[in-house]
Every structure is written in structure tokens, then in C-alpha cells.
């Protein structure tokens, strides 16, 4: 199995930057993409950012050109450096993963458990 922990959210003023971490650990041979998604109160959960084992990035228009989406593959993290916050980024932000195994090739898809980013104007 795999275990998607992430780390780096918490209360920040409109204006200022957030870095979230996600690692990644446990039956890991690679790491096929990860992305951010993010879901506020009364909303679905959305796709934030995703970037592939080859680095290829893709992002929502509402966060292009604030948020940059970067990994790690020794470390098997992915991060997410959010700038120029605005209130309405505000939401619990999942860390998700597809990951294929040691000794196959399928693919899996784990989740995180959520990290709350709130931005106070």
C-alpha cells in the first residue's frame, strides 16, 4: 500500500505564499503523476495543479501564474509553492498520487487525507 502525507497548510493574509509537501512512502516503484486538488465548504473538489514522472505541469486558469506545482522523485514528493494568496483559495487541499507498484504495471490511485489552507483578507 501506499500512505500520501501532506504538510505545509495553515492561515495565511491575502498576499502572502504557502508551500504545501506531499510524501509519498510505501509500495512505490513509480510515481505516474501527482496533482493538488482542493475542495471549499459547499463546493466539489477540484484539480488544482498536476505534474507527470516526466515533469510536464498543468494547472487551473484560477491559479496560473501564483502556484507552482514541482516534485522531488528521490524523494518521491510533490510540492506545491502558492503565492500572491487570495481568499478565495481557501479549502482543504488533497495530495493525490498514481502509482504503479514493484512487480506490475498497473496503476493505483491513493489519496491524502486533506491539509486546510485558509487566507484571511
Known amino acids: 500500500q501506499v500512505q500520501l502525507v501532506e504538510s505545509g497548510g495553515g492561515l495565511v493574509q491575502a498576499g502572502g505564499s504557502l508551500r504545501l509537501s506531499c510524501a509519498a512512502s510505501?509500495?512505490?516503484?513509480?510515481?505516474?503523476?501527482m496533482s493538488w486538488y482542493r475542495q471549499a465548504p459547499g463546493k466539489q473538489r477540484d484539480l488544482v495543479a498536476t505534474?507527470?514522472?516526466?515533469?510536464?505541469?498543468n494547472y487551473a486558469e484560477s491559479v496560473k501564474g501564483r502556484f507552482t506545482v514541482s516534485r522531488d522523485n528521490a524523494k518521491n514528493t510533490v510540492y506545491l509553492q502558492m503565492n500572491s494568496l487570495k481568499p478565495e483559495d481557501t479549502a482543504v487541499y488533497y495530495c493525490?498520487?498514481?502509482?504503479?507498484?514493484?512487480?506490475?504495471?498497473?496503476?493505483?490511485?491513493?489519496w491524502g487525507q486533506g491539509t486546510q489552507v485558509t487566507v484571511s483578507s
Open positions: 510505501g509500495n512505490i516503484f513509480r510515481i505516474n503523476v
Open positions: 505534474i507527470t514522472s516526466g515533469g510536464m505541469t
Open positions: 493525490y498520487g498514481d502509482i504503479t507498484p514493484p512487480t506490475t504495471t498497473r496503476r493505483y490511485q491513493w
